[in-house]
DNA sequence: CTGAAAGCGCTTACAG
DNA sequence: CTGAAAGCGCTTACAG
């Protein structure tokens, strides 16, 4: 067929070998049923149907089928029984950059916790080669969880097209879906209050982006916080700074930041504590003090922020709750065809008061 | 068929609704042949082998299928293609504790970042309830990373019967698989000299548990950095003491270190950063200076340890590239069904010197 | 329990 | 391009 590279025309005699496309199974209930003197419907009910069969002839197949190596094909199965046994995770963001935040880790820890619990695998969904939708349709999952997703992303009828449930965290709740969220508002406006209240004039606000591509996933929780920040202060004026999600991004905004503005802000409300954190690191290179000079709080209340130098002042939100939430309720859907009603649940935030806020220095 | 738990036998008239079993799909190829007017091949054709049809039939198909929200059912697809598009991470623990060691989210991320490049999903593969092997034989992959396993272990035997090949990530390298690893016993080494070098002569190691449940996964791994503590600290016999990996677990197990043992070692070599973190933790509790009167080092050279109070010397291992020259070996099997030889990659470790280390305090 | 059969929704030769 | 068909490996009524 294929000329090889040297020109020669080759003998494609191994062909076969270098493929493993139609690769078949070498043990099938087939195998199975004749080893054992069964139907095929016999090895089927041994694993699905217990009832059906005699204890002595059930545990005979199974003893059988063991020492054949033998397990039904988890495709074939599904395609009759359509479960696969997986819960899907939906991100926005490719795997890469989303678990450079810690959030991440304890997000899908609270996942995994359940699915555990329930002998499920768990599979990360991120874009498709770029392409929610893609892989939406790709999916092999009996549920989604999403993160942080626009409800009106072309993934999102797709899954619903597949009658696969879904519940929403960190999305703008509907009518459409159960979700799961936080109170990312109330919790910004802690942080902006805290920051106020301890007499701080000059504030700038480490932002996510919040013009992102369309399509490409939902800003609500930025926007959110945006404007929680913006209640808290009230009368001042903030400097607004956006970043990319990651703390050395977050870094380089604040190294901008303060090399840039004159007067320098005398605080900083990051949108996540990877910001905060990157922006410690823009602090201590640049020789300025925290808090002594600049005072700065973080979101998320993600563990490191316990051991950072300083230790940071947080909005602690709760992140694995969170997804044991979202994962209680897509269990609870996925035996229920049709739920009664959406949920939608709301978790609260709390400040953490630690060692990077203080006053303003005496000068401002 | 049941009764419901008040007594009253209950008309099951919408059990169908309760159920989501036997959920069929709406739209098949059926469906969009007859509405494109061609035949079922035609439309698979569409999707799978262009070169049959004329750009305008194919591009008309698409359309129409698109309108009606069609997509080729993923698992139907792969009875036949045998491909999933998705790559599977074995791993010996919980999703849970695994991702509380920032270790797992660079990892992930490393094999997340080929798996985005070549549009697959990635699966967590846990033990279903507490059995690798279950997992192994009902998780739906193309092909397995594994991480810190046995590989006697059942499941192995399982992955390898269904044909899914497979690479193997920290475990004792053998004939059977390809595999990846890092030179444990000489970053060990490296880790033992310098705290022998700055003096100290009493030293604790605190170590991952070595007599792990059977079949529970290798501990290749810890037993690699004892032996290469052992080595490096020559004529200095350790006190070791074992914990299991999160770093609550590593302050508990340091806490008794420093309460009972008398007199007090002056070095701590922690198997991991995240117990090392936990060690330092304990310190502070207890109010005992790091390094003043006690030197710590880790081993992974996790991003947070340059940020921890005071920063963490540790042993630095290429977390990303492990797993990234893991899905390049996997992702080159995944083409040629029998590769021509295994491939061991030994990557190394280096000492990363910073101020959680120093000479041991002047009365010793 | 058996045995023959239909069905899950695709893909893929095959003859035309 | 079509159309009829086989096949992927199971599960699940069905009559006996």
Redesign the pocket.
Known sequence: MTLSTSGTPIEDDNAGQRRR??Q??D????TVAKAA?????????A???PE???????SRILRIADSLG????P???M???RRSGAIGLLMVEPIETAFADQFMALFVGGLGQMCDRHGLALTLLPPLLGSSLAMAQAAIVDGVVTLGIAPDLPAMGALEQRHIPLVLVDSAPNDHWSSVQVDDEGGAVLAADHVRELGHQRVAILSFETHPAIGSGTYYVPAQRLAGYRRGLGAITPIIIETHSDAESGASATRRLLTETHPRPTAILAMSDALAIGALHACHELGIRVPGEISIIGFDGIPVTAATNPPLTTIEQPIAEKAITAMQRLLHELQDAVPLRRDHTFLTTRLIVRQSTAPPPPSD
């Not at 003197?37 to 009910?45: K, L, M, N, T, Y």
């Not at 059906?52 to 002839?57: A, H, N, V, Y």
């Not at 033998?70 to 094909?73: C, I, M, V």
């Open positions: 496309t139609r078949r199974r043990v099938t209930v087939a003197g069964v139907s095929r419907a016999a090895v089927s009910f694993y699905n149907s059906q069969l005699s204890t002595e002839t059930r033998y397990a039904p094909d495709v074939a199965r395609l009759t029984t």
